[in-house]
């Protein structure tokens, strides 16, 4: 069996992982299809519910988020990517055993912008799933299809 390595792939080298430094001590970040699943934990279970309310966040602040424009609405969002990303990197943590040790000082807005950089960059838009042409999009059509010629042979 071939590995990712033998690809000349070194995991740590990709887009959607990096690393944050808290309290002194640096911390992997990664975003994966696992980061969705802490992240809907975190947000009651609803990752979509989250990606909504983050691109309202961004929207409203104009793409500018400092300590004055903050609501509490905000902070949970900012919370909920930071968790998962730290959680996915690695950290096996509680998530208020994570969120204490963060507290709440400038490096949390530094390490949520690294963790939205990886974000935005790894996300896809519903526009994106839409132009899919994956085997789940193949499947409906031919389901489709296949009402289509019963409802014909009956007639």
Same mark, same amino acid.
């Given at each position: 069996?071939?590995?990712?390595?033998?690809?000349?792939?070194?995991?740590?080298?990709?887009?959607?992982?990096?690393?944050?430094?808290?309290?002194?001590?640096?911390?992997?970040?990664?975003?994966?299809?696992?980061?969705?699943?802490?992240? $809907?934990? !975190? /947000? #009651?279970?609803?990752?979509?519910?989250?990606? =909504?309310?983050?691109?309202?966040? @961004?929207? +409203?602040?104009? &793409?500018?988020?400092?300590?004055?424009?903050?609501?509490?609405?905000?902070?949970?969002?900012?919370? $909920?990517? !930071? /968790? #998962?990303?730290?959680?996915?990197?690695?950290? =096996?943590?509680?998530?208020?055993? @994570?969120? +204490?040790?963060? &507290?709440?000082?400038?490096?949390?807005?530094?390490?949520?912008?690294?963790?939205?950089?990886?974000?935005?960059?790894?996300?896809?838009?519903?526009?994106?799933?839409?132009?899919?042409?994956?085997?789940?999009?193949?499947?409906?059509?031919?389901?489709?299809?296949?009402?289509?010629?019963?409802?014909?042979?009956?007639?």
């Amino acid at each position: 069996m071939a590995k990712l390595s033998d690809y000349g792939i070194i995991v740590d080298d990709l887009t959607n992982s990096q690393t944050v430094t808290i309290q002194g001590h640096d911390f992997p970040i990664v975003f994966t299809m696992e980061t969705m699943e802490y992240i $809907a934990d !975190i /947000y #009651g279970g609803d990752y979509s519910r989250f990606e =909504d309310d983050m691109n309202a966040m @961004i929207e +409203k602040s104009n &793409g500018e988020i400092n300590s004055k424009n903050l609501t509490a609405a905000d902070l949970k969002i900012m919370r $909920a990517l !930071i /968790y #998962g990303m730290l959680k996915t990197g690695g950290l =096996d943590e509680s998530p208020s055993t @994570i969120f +204490k040790f963060l &507290g709440m000082n400038s490096s949390v807005l530094e390490i949520y912008a690294v963790c939205m950089e990886i974000f935005s960059d790894q996300s896809f838009q519903v526009e994106d799933l839409k132009k899919s042409r994956k085997p789940q999009d193949y499947r409906t059509t031919q389901k489709k299809v296949s009402k289509k010629r019963k409802n014909n042979r009956k007639k």
